[in-house]
C-alpha cells in the first residue's frame, strides 16, 4: 500500500498550487481520501476529504472557499487545489486513505484513516 504526496514547493503569496496524491495497492474507490497539513510546532490539521462517489466531500471551516479536493479514478490519484496562499498555509501537506462507511464528519480525525503518505512541503513567501 503507498499513498504518496507531491507537487509542493516554494511559492509566492496569493499564488495558486495543486497538489496530487498518488495511491496503490488498494482499491481505490472504497476509501475515503483526506488531506491534512502540519505546520513546524503545530498539531496535524485537517483540511478536506472526499469519498465516493466524488461529490462527497467535507472540508475544515477554514479551507472553505481556497481549497477544493477532487479524485481521478481512471488514475488512482486525488488533488488539493489550493488558491490566494499565504505565509501561514506553509506547512507539510499529507493525504491519507481512509476505509469507508463512516458519516464523512469523522474524516476529519487523523484516526480514521488508516494510511498515510510521507508528505509534501509547501512554503509560501511574503
Known amino acids: 500500500v503507498q499513498v504518496q504526496a507531491s507537487g509542493g514547493g516554494l511559492v509566492q503569496a496569493g499564488g495558486s498550487l495543486r497538489l496530487s496524491c498518488a495511491a496503490s495497492?488498494?482499491?481505490?474507490?472504497?476509501?475515503?481520501m483526506g488531506w491534512f497539513r502540519q505546520a513546524p510546532g503545530k498539531e496535524r490539521e485537517f483540511i478536506a476529504t472526499?469519498?465516493?462517489?466524488?461529490?462527497?466531500?467535507s472540508y475544515a471551516r477554514s479551507a472553505k472557499g481556497r481549497f477544493t479536493i477532487s479524485r481521478d479514478s481512471a488514475s488512482d490519484t486525488v488533488y488539493l487545489q489550493i488558491h490566494k496562499l499565504a505565509p501561514e498555509d506553509t506547512a507539510a501537506y499529507y493525504c491519507?486513505?481512509?476505509?469507508?462507511?463512516?458519516?464523512?464528519?469523522?474524516?476529519?480525525?487523523?484516526?480514521?484513516?488508516?494510511?498515510w503518505g510521507q508528505g509534501t512541503q509547501v512554503t509560501v513567501s511574503s
Open positions: 491519507a486513505a481512509g476505509g469507508r462507511g463512516y458519516n464523512i464528519i469523522r474524516y476529519s480525525l487523523a484516526g480514521t484513516y488508516d494510511y
Open positions: 472526499i469519498g465516493w462517489p466524488a461529490d462527497n466531500t
Open positions: 495497492g488498494f482499491t481505490f474507490t472504497s476509501y475515503n
